[in-house]
């Protein structure tokens, strides 16, 4: 059994293990730490063993782009905690995962925070291939960055790189103009405000009303949700009625106005069609003549529906809101309503709104009812067939031994008519029907001895 003079030269050399062990973990951590801070003074690698170039990033340089970023809202006190001391940070290739803003102009120059992880002793930013302007790593988690500039728009993967390398995918930081893609809702009373929101790209970072324009009106007030998100009230003056296009400004770069995502309505009616230019049309045909739509409020016409069948492109409103011409798409025979869409609804069908479709082929009678009138008096009868689209009473004729002209033809649908005549004044007679193609008088159906006459006593 060990004597007690034994047990406490042993429990020595334990205790003295225990320390040393405890200072080559401390002396480790430092080394470690120590490695994390030398990015403004070490050399490392892309990730692929081609050498980086050293930072150039000066102590004041990268207390302003802190300053910066914390003035922008890229990055709060909180995130300038240092890692907890006495804390070993493994290293790790970087991960990026997210950049703010996410965008901006060719030129650079704008300082965004990236978030991801492993970016203690970072020593080299990259926006794909190109270096940062300038950097300072915050903390392990999150780095403040000045944009460099670039040639061309395009999406830059940013990478980072520590002692263990780099990483080749992550965030993207996209070069050139905001976008804006949708506006909800898209239209507003030209003498009322209205809040609507904006969704696109590259919105982070702007703070001035006048960043945002409705035409040539600035928006009364903006807020900045997220890089895709703004909040914007339409402008406090009675603007003029009319489509106009929202524009997102950001370090004098312009959104595109190219495609309907950045059209705004100033209305406060829906459209009304009063006429057209033309009630009919070749069935089946891709070479119809441009159709003048006329009314009112036609401002941001959008799509142009013909029956089911929609026209959204081609489409052309006039400067006073009063006229829209479109192309007519190619249908099958039978008549149809046109109607307009704008981002405020769909106008209602009405008298002024029917189009017919012709075809090409002769029409047919199946039946005729009532078929039997006095001659004195006349009547309505209802024809049931096909290819009664565009019927008129020059194309309807009631063949007697002196031929009669309906007064009224009305098509309820390329299968049905009402056709009224008058008084047959050579008296009692049977009388065929004739009905001829609209657009083709050599298509005729004749239904023989179709219609009867009779006097009364």
Known sequence: MPSRKEDVAFSGRRDRTRVARVLAGSLLACGLLLLGQ????????????TPSKMSTTSNKEKDALIAQALEQGLITEADLQSDAPG???????????AVAPAGGPLEGGQVVAITGTGFTGATAVKFDTVDATAYAVVSATRIVAKVPNASAAAAKIIKVTNGEGANSTGSAYTYGAPTVTSISPAYADPATEKVVTITGTGFLGLTDAADVTFGADEAQTIFVVSDT?????????????????????????ASSTTGTGSDFLFSDALPEITS???????????????LVITGTDMFGVRKVNFGATAVTT??????????????????ASGPVDITLE????????????KFNYI??????VSSINPAVFDAADGGSFLVVGTGFAGMTTAKVSVKCATPLTPTSVVVVSDTQMIVTVGENSPGAEDCDLEVTNPSDNTKKATVADGIHFFESA
């Open 229 to 253: 998100q703004i909040v914007a009230t339409t402008p406090d003056t009675d603007v003029d009625a009319g489509l106009v296009e929202v524009t997102v400004t950001r370090n004098s770069v």
């Open 342 to 353: 704008t981002a405020m609804g769909t106008t209602a069908a009405n008298l002024n709104t």
């Open 38 to 49: 030398t990015s403004s003074a070490s050399a490392s690698t892309d990730g692929r063993g």
């Open 314 to 331: 081609g489409i052309t409103v006039n400067a006073g809101g009063t006229t829209v011409t479109v192309k007519p798409p190619s249908r």
């Open 87 to 97: 804390i070993i940070v493994p290293f790790a290739v970087p991960t990026v995962t």
């Open 276 to 290: 057209l230019g033309a009630t009919s049309g070749a069935a089946n045909s891709a070479s119809l003549a441009d």
């Open 359 to 364: 075809g090409t082929v002769a029409p047919t």
